[in-house]
């Protein structure tokens, strides 16, 4: 026979609260459960990255140089910059001064030593930002075989839908820092050649998931009678 409903033990203040507690988690559960993480891998653009240096020539002039080609990873979210970070390689042997003695010098054993040390590499290790576009993001650049930590300043240009097909996420920074030469042993033609190095970076970098995860953008606009399709 049924106990009557009023003989049921009812549960104490504090066993009504933890129940609906559980409750109220349970029903949470689902929305946090499988809730999107902002943070995504990008993979940089070798065409549309590239590092500038600049260094004193006899204090005549800053002799500029880029070098084109880095590859790599970012990954970021735009809404908490201390969860990025950062691989980069950068092809030292393609190092371009505009002038082909120039560049063999550069390249020599004495100072990048492109043959023995082909390249350089940046991994960062920790970010901390300024506001929300930018950030100070540090990291331990190798370069000849010397590791040493450095500290670039990065202004986030643009976190979007690229405008050109596949319209993919795409991320675009720009980021400067200064370094000494001589802290990574290139230490040669001190009498020719500043100490203090001036770096420029522009980089971008495309989302790197599955085709699927990337959600497909709107249809572009079509171009206005008065405007020439390009």
Same mark, same amino acid.
């Given at each position: 026979?049924?106990?009557?409903?009023?003989?049921?033990?009812?549960?104490?203040?504090?066993?009504?609260?933890?129940?609906?507690?559980?409750?109220?988690l349970?029903?949470?559960?689902?929305a946090?459960?499988?809730?999107?993480?902002?943070?995504?891998?990008?993979?940089?653009?070798?065409?549309?990255?590239r590092?500038?240096?600049?260094?004193? @020539? *006899?204090?005549?002039?800053?002799? +500029?140089?880029?070098?084109?080609?880095?590859?790599?990873?970012?990954?970021?979210?735009?809404?908490?910059?201390?969860?990025?970070?950062?691989?980069?390689? +950068?092809?030292? *042997?393609?190092?371009?001064?505009?002038?082909?003695?120039?560049?063999?010098?550069?390249?020599a054993?004495?100072?990048?030593?492109?043959?023995? @040390?082909?390249?350089?590499?940046?991994?960062?290790?920790?970010?901390?930002?300024?506001? *929300?576009? @930018?950030?100070?993001?540090?990291?331990?650049?190798?370069?000849?075989?010397?590791?040493?930590?450095?500290?670039?300043?990065?202004?986030?240009?643009?976190?979007?839908? @690229?405008?050109?097909?596949?319209?993919?996420?795409?991320?675009?920074?720009?980021a400067?820092?200064?370094?000494s030469?001589?802290d990574?042993?290139?230490?040669?033609w001190?009498?020719?050649?500043?100490?203090?190095?001036?770096?420029? +970076?522009?980089?971008?970098?495309?989302?790197?998931?599955?085709?699927?995860?990337?959600?497909?953008?709107?249809?572009?606009?079509?171009?206005?009678p008065?405007?020439?399709?390009?």
């Open positions: 026979m049924d106990r009557p409903l009023e003989s049921v033990p009812m549960p104490g203040s504090t066993a009504r609260r933890l129940l609906m507690r559980s409750l109220c349970l029903a949470l559960l689902p946090t459960a499988f809730a999107r993480d902002t943070a995504a891998e990008y993979r940089l653009d070798p065409v549309h990255t590092v500038m240096f600049a260094i004193s @020539h *006899a204090g005549f002039s800053n002799a +500029i140089g880029t070098v084109s080609g880095s590859t790599g990873t970012v990954v970021f979210d735009p809404d908490d910059w201390t969860r990025a970070r950062v691989d980069v390689r +950068i092809p030292i *042997a393609r190092a371009d001064l505009g002038d082909a003695d120039w560049n063999k010098a550069t390249l054993k004495s100072l990048l030593d492109a043959e023995g @040390h082909p390249e350089a590499r940046f991994v960062s290790t920790r970010v901390e930002p300024v506001d *929300a576009t @930018h950030a100070r993001v540090y990291g331990d650049l190798s370069l000849r075989g010397v590791t040493r930590e450095v500290v670039l300043d990065v202004t986030l240009n643009a976190a979007k839908r @690229h405008p050109m097909p596949p319209f993919r996420r795409t991320v675009g920074f720009s400067t820092t200064k370094l030469r001589a990574f042993g290139i230490t040669a001190k009498s020719v050649i500043g100490d203090e190095v001036e770096l420029r +970076i522009e980089a971008e970098a495309t989302y790197d998931g599955k085709a699927d995860d990337d959600t497909a953008p709107a249809t572009p606009p079509s171009p206005s008065q405007e020439p399709t390009p």
